[in-house]
């Protein structure tokens, strides 16, 4: 979730006017002589927040920590998280999210209960091809020509409308590596302990995804099927020429159902959850979407993460690491669901391989495949503690590089079939050859027969952080490769992990 909180000073009253005159008759102090939170914490807060993916974001959110007696501060013993927001991008609103998220430790005895819910809308999400560099993306490849016959003279009014400023910049419009989608989202998960640090996991999700094309603002709407340099015919972003290219499966291209089980391990010896100093958390799970459980596109899939957290100067510098793999069994994984890095637990699953949630400074999307992995690196380092208004605050530094890699990709092929509905969709057999030529073109330019490499990054971050549990984030990243992106800057709440 990405957030920014304009006063953060204002933030820190979470207690209710109840809470607080209890503090101030019975204020206790654990070992590190923190401020031991009891009861209901509220914070109800303002949405007001920058992703380099997304863009602005404003809205509102609550947060409810419930801690009890403190007898487990600072992690508390159920929290919600509730919120309403939108997002602002290239001078448009048409993305915003609402979210409902509930977390319990006592309401069933040995069981954590976790529930994430949500309706996502994005009108202008990225999409950048499968399998990492073998699509290629570049901003400045496909500069308009305009020598052929019949095409818009310079200075007439279709071409001043429609080309002239892509031709001045030397750019194609960013609306080409963009798609629409709607998501539902929901699931349930339960975790018990099984030994000391060690415990099962089991869950449920579901997800309905529709997939749309979208149509960026002054687009070149021409088709002209007997010029191979027209650079996209019929206004065409990327996400149709997968589709036209057969990439995509026809049955696949707008989206579906996935309805799954899943099942894991998890290893936990973290101190604090939210802002661990030391410890391990490990865990395995396997995602079995069937198609008698309803799911559109049967498929299984699993996922392995392992994080650590290495004290170096004891509750100051820690250094912390993440090592992901998710992979597929067997039958492909419609490509809709590629995008999620999935969770167990508290949090929803990640939405795509870069940004704030999994490699920073990577566009969002920007590695998609089969089996992926991903890795963070990490020193944060705590510079200052004190208490205000009775809350513990801190503030912390980090410098971190990431990145990641698809391991097995999609195929990639430029299917017969596809072609050959090319060519019959054609008013006679000339036009359908100068069409298939200029897809073909097109196809040559954006897939490259290549295998993936590392994407990586580096960046540094400044965090807000008030009793353990509540934290805001300043990181900025810089890709290592242009072909990843640029500099990033995020505005989010939590540590990455």
Not at 194 to 200: A, G, M, S, T, V
Request: with cysteine; glycine share 10%; charged share 20%.
């Amino acid at each position: 979730m990405k957030k920014l909180f304009i006063l953060l000073l204002a933030a820190a009253v979470l207690a209710t006017p109840a809470t607080a005159k209890k503090e101030k008759k019975n204020v206790t102090y654990n070992e590190k002589g923190e401020i031991i939170k009891t009861g209901i914490n509220l914070g109800p807060l303002p949405v007001v927040a920058f992703d380099a993916d997304r863009g602005f974001q404003f809205g509102a959110l609550m947060n409810i920590y419930d801690f009890g007696n403190g007898s487990n501060y600072p992690n508390p013993n159920s929290q919600w998280y509730i919120e309403g927001s939108a997002y602002v991008k290239e001078s448009k609103v048409g993305s915003y999210k609402i979210v409902l998220n509930y977390d319990n430790k006592t309401l069933i005895p040995g069981v954590r209960m976790s529930i994430c819910t949500g309706y996502y809308k994005d009108a202008a999400l990225d999409f950048y091809g499968f399998n990492g560099y073998q699509s290629n993306y570049d901003m400045n490849m496909l500069k308009p020509t305009f020598h052929f016959d019949g095409s818009p003279e310079k200075g007439s009014e279709d071409y001043n409308k429609v080309y002239a400023k892509f031709e001045d910049k030397g750019k194609m419009p960013k609306g080409f590596y963009r798609f629409g989608r709607d998501l539902v989202k929901a699931k349930v998960d339960f975790t018990g302990e099984i030994l000391k640090n060690f415990y099962w996991e089991a869950g449920y999700n579901f997800s309905w995804t529709k997939a749309q094309s979208f149509t960026p603002k002054g687009y070149a709407v021409l088709d002209n099927p007997t010029e191979p340099d027209l650079y996209v015919p019929g206004g065409t972003t990327l996400f149709d020429l997968y589709k036209v290219w057969g990439i995509i499966p026809t049955d696949e291209a707008n989206g579906g159902l996935t309805s799954s089980i899943r099942l894991g391990l998890m290893y936990d010896s973290r101190n604090v959850e939210n802002n661990p100093t030391k410890g391990i958390w490990a865990e395995g799970h396997i995602i079995a979407a069937p198609k008698w459980l309803g799911t559109t596109h049967e498929h299984y899939r699993y996922c392995l993460t392992m994080r650590q957290y290495v004290p170096i100067i004891q509750d100051k510098l820690t250094f912390a690491y993440r090592i992901g793999y998710q992979g597929t069994i067997g039958k492909d994984a419609p490509w809709y669901n590629l995008p999620f890095y999935t969770n167990m637990g508290i949090k929803a699953d990640n939405d795509g391989f870069g940004g704030y949630r999994t490699v920073r400074g990577l566009m969002l999307n920007r590695v998609q495949g089969l089996d992926t992995g991903f890795y963070n690196i990490e020193f944060r380092y705590k510079f200052v503690e004190f208490k205000l208004w009775k809350q513990n605050i801190a503030f912390a530094l980090s410098a971190f590089t990431d990145a990641a890699h698809v391991f097995r990709g999609y195929e990639m092929n430029f299917s017969e079939d596809a072609k050959q509905n090319i060519v019959t969709s054609a008013a006679n057999p000339i036009e359908g050859a100068a069409k298939l030529l200029n897809y073909e073109n097109l196809y040559n330019k954006f897939v490259f027969d290549r295998k993936d490499g590392f994407h990586g990054s580096a960046g540094l971050g400044l965090r807000f952080i008030m009793n353990q549990n509540f934290i805001v984030a300043f990181e900025g990243a810089q890709c290592f490769n242009r072909q990843d992106g640029g500099f990033a800057f995020y505005l989010n709440t939590g540590f990455l992990f």
